[in-house]
């Protein structure tokens, strides 16, 4: 019993250094409600090769160093914009059903061409998030992995928009 303890402890403690293909993290933000939430233990896959726009992610922030979660909704050459509270890439209105477009104002967001090699970001919880609206977007080098799994508190792979 004292053995498994010990191998249980090791295998948690290399998942959360990133020694291993995936890492268990908890998310310390609402920035991705209702998708993931505060407090959530979600599962970061590592060694992707490609992401495509709708991926949730886990980058470095390139402002604090921090792990963020957050959402591809642009990537490399794509001219992205928030137009009325709607991200409009490459001119087209995105259809995103689990952002509350209720509680979006009139915003307005300049068009953003992202460089080849980068990804970018936003939070579902627009309102909360602060992401590539702020610092603009993220080199493929420094987005950590996807996030495709919820393990606590409501384990199973994140829901999926249908438009």
């Known amino acids: 019993m004292t053995g498994l303890l010990v191998a249980l402890v090791l295998l948690a403690s290399a998942s959360v250094s990133g020694v291993l293909p995936v890492q268990v993290t908890r998310v310390s933000a609402e920035s991705m409600s209702p998708t993931i939430r505060d407090g959530d233990l ?5 060694g992707a090769e490609t992401f495509s726009r709708r991926d949730v992610v886990a980058a470095t922030s390139p ?3 921090e792990q963020l979660i957050k959402r591809i909704v642009a990537v490399g050459g794509d001219r992205v914009a928030i137009q009325d509270g709607l991200l409009v890439v490459n001119d087209t209105a995105v259809c995103e059903p689990s952002i509350d477009a209720e509680g979006l104002d009139g915003v307005w967001s300049g068009t953003t061409v992202v460089p080849a ?4 970001l ?16 993220v080199a ?14 409501s384990p199973g792979t994140l829901p999926v928009d249908r438009c």
């Not at 090699?117 to 970018?120: L, M, Q, R, T």
């Not at 996807?146 to 606590?152: H, I, Q």
Request: net charge negative.
């Open 122 to 137: 936003m939070g579902d919880e627009r309102d909360l998030s602060i992401d590539s609206r702020d610092f603009g977007p």
């Open 63 to 65: 402002e604090t160093g």
């Open 117 to 120: 090699g980068s990804v970018f």
């Open 140 to 153: 493929l080098e420094d987005v950590d992995g996807l996030v495709r799994t919820r393990l606590w508190p």
């Open 42 to 46: 979600v599962l970061v896959e590592h």
